[in-house]
């Protein structure tokens, strides 16, 4: 496995959050949708305006997965608590939003140990549950969130672009 480090972002990481954002959105969804509905969720998700409220945001915490030799971005990690979730899907829980690796850092693990960390720092938080959304055609996701003891509850709608998708949401109680 890779060596790396995750730390916290912050408003000097906007750009670098915003080109790995667009890069690994793009590289995980691009193939199954239409390059314009592509264009109009990137155009409006990863304004600098809206990364800007995101990073500012209370409750919500960005992380860079940091290759340690290179220093280079392997991927991040968006984390939400309290008020900050994107809706109300258990008590005491924390929302994993987003989890993305550069597919140059793929199949090393790391996805495995971003989630992890994401896990201990609901633990530190005290929190009961882990929650996020995957997309019901992302079927490595789906499988990858299976081993590691999360459940559906639920499902909501995720409008990309004009297409309105379904993403299934997935808990896991700690």
Same mark, same amino acid.
């Given at each position: 496995?890779?060596?790396?480090?995750?730390?916290?972002?912050?408003?000097?990481?906007?750009?670098?959050?915003?080109?790995?954002?667009?890069?690994?959105?793009? +590289?995980?969804?691009?193939?199954?949708?239409?390059?314009?509905?592509?264009?109009?969720? #990137?155009? *409006? $998700?990863? &304004?600098?305006? %809206?990364?800007?409220?995101?990073?500012?945001?209370?409750?919500?915490?960005?992380?860079?997965?940091?290759?340690?030799?290179?220093?280079?971005?392997?991927?991040?990690?968006?984390?939400?608590?309290?008020?900050?979730?994107?809706?109300?899907?258990?008590?005491?829980?924390?929302?994993?939003?987003?989890?993305?690796?550069?597919? +140059?850092?793929?199949?090393?693990?790391?996805?495995?140990?971003?989630?992890?960390?994401? #896990?201990? *720092? $609901?633990? &530190?938080?005290? %929190?009961?549950?882990?929650?996020?959304?995957?997309?019901?055609?992302?079927?490595?996701?789906?499988?990858?969130?299976?081993?590691?003891?999360?459940?559906?509850?639920?499902?909501?709608?995720?409008?990309?672009?004009?297409?309105?998708?379904?993403?299934?949401?997935?808990?896991?109680?700690?």
């Amino acid at each position: 496995m890779t060596n790396v480090n995750i730390r916290p972002c912050d408003m000097a990481d906007l750009k670098i959050l915003k080109k790995v954002g667009i890069e690994t959105f793009t +590289a995980t969804f691009a193939a199954q949708n239409t390059p314009e509905n592509m264009q109009a969720y #990137l155009s *409006q $998700a990863y &304004t600098d305006e %809206k990364l800007t409220h995101e990073i500012t945001t209370p409750g919500s915490t960005f992380y860079l997965l940091i290759e340690s030799e290179t220093a280079e971005i392997a991927g991040y990690l968006k984390l939400n608590v309290a008020a900050a979730q994107t809706e109300t899907i258990a008590n005491n829980s924390l929302e994993i939003e987003r989890i993305y690796l550069r597919q +140059a850092f793929q199949k090393q693990g790391l996805g495995r140990k971003m989630l992890e960390f994401a #896990l201990q *720092q $609901a633990r &530190t938080l005290g %929190k009961s549950a882990v929650w996020l959304g995957v997309w019901e055609h992302n079927e490595n996701a789906k499988d990858f969130y299976q081993k590691l003891g999360f459940h559906q509850v639920s499902q909501h709608s995720f409008l990309l672009g004009a297409d309105c998708q379904n993403d299934l949401i997935l808990l896991k109680e700690l």
